[in-house]
């Protein structure tokens, strides 16, 4: 249970970040930013919207995919 506040703590950082680079750098845009958004907001206002491996796959695909996106 511990393990699974701190994963929805970082989604809802993650998706409020991914949410600023719209006025902040528009031109780094990352691809999937709208489904960021939508699953932090998801995962964060409807508590049983997901389960463990949705979120799972979504951490291996999509933050890691954000994080080389967002670093170059």
Excluded: C
Aim: positive net charge; without cysteine; proline residues 3%.
């Amino acid at each position: 249970m511990y393990g699974e506040k701190k994963i929805k703590l970082l989604i809802s950082i993650l998706g409020k970040a991914v949410n600023k680079f719209d006025t902040l750098q528009p031109e780094k845009l990352p691809e999937n930013t709208s489904k960021i958004v939508s699953f932090r907001n998801r995962s964060i206002h409807e508590k049983d919207a997901a389960d463990h491996s949705m979120i799972w796959e979504i951490i291996k695909t999509t933050f890691l995919t954000l994080k080389e996106e967002v670093l170059l």
